[in-house]
């Protein structure tokens, strides 16, 4: 199957610092990525979705400026998140829609953004 | 207000036995339901899907059961094995607007007894 692989897949960085999130679509084109944040023993909850050269979608209280996502190219997608805060801190995935009808989806391995 | 519903944080059975994990959806535009699996640590593992036109799909030990009228959903496991132990995510997508974009339960996590 398709292959996303996300990097880093743990990090951690001081308050007010940036961190950048990498997603790449190995052997496939992805117009498409969707950037989801996972608390403990929750949901994953879809903060934005991205498209190759335009501008990203965010869904409701994802605060645009603080996320920044960039779709450059059909095989990678970054999530930043700036002036991180201790509340930042989650597991953060990505994924691309697979090709089948079912509306599958790959996921990267997720990164997990620890904020001290 | 939640749209996907996992009740059962947790569940866990003996191997060979069947893992029946269960689903609920408020939305009725949804018309793909999901199944993923996901290790700690890890992004979610497609496992499998059924269409709303459908009430079951089968693929192996996995079979997924659609009840529309309900807006229920399970997923059953026979026999169940000790590497099925996991988190599922029960997820549902309205295709025809963003495929691949689902709207995930808090999951449940399986544990199968050796």
């Known amino acids: 199957g398709a292959v996303v692989s996300q990097h880093p897949s743990w990090v951690i960085c001081k308050s007010g610092t940036s961190v950048k999130i990498e997603c790449r679509s190995l052997?496939?084109?992805?117009?498409?990525m969707f950037w989801y944040r996972q608390f403990p023993k929750q949901s994953l909850m879809l903060m934005a979705t991205s498209n190759e050269g335009s501008k990203a979608t965010y869904e409701q209280g994802v605060e645009k400026d603080k996320f920044l996502i960039n779709h450059a190219s059909l095989t990678l997608s970054t999530l930043t998140v700036t002036s991180a805060h201790p509340e930042d801190s989650s597991f953060y995935i990505c994924?691309?829609?697979?090709?089948?009808?079912?509306?599958?989806?790959?996921f990267g391995q997720g990164t997990r953004l620890t904020v001290v | 207000d939640q749209q996907v519903k996992q009740n059962s944080p947790s569940l866990s059975v003996q191997e060979g036995r069947i893992s029946i994990l269960n689903c609920d959806y408020t939305n009725s535009m949804f018309d793909y339901f999901l199944w993923y699996k996901k290790y700690p640590a890890e992004g979610p593992t497609f496992l499998i899907s059924i269409s709303s036109i459908k009430d079951k799909n089968e693929d192996g030990r996995f079979t997924v059961f659609l009840n529309k009228s309900a807006k229920h959903l399970s997923l059953h496991i026979v026999p169940s094995q000790p590497g099925d132990s996991a988190v599922y995510f029960c997820a549902a997508s309205e295709v025809g607007t963003n495929a691949g974009k689902s709207t995930f339960g808090d999951g449940t996590t399986l544990t199968v007894k050796p």
């Open positions: 052997d496939f084109q992805a117009t498409t």
């Open positions: 994924s691309s829609p697979g090709q089948g009808a079912g509306g599958e989806a790959f």
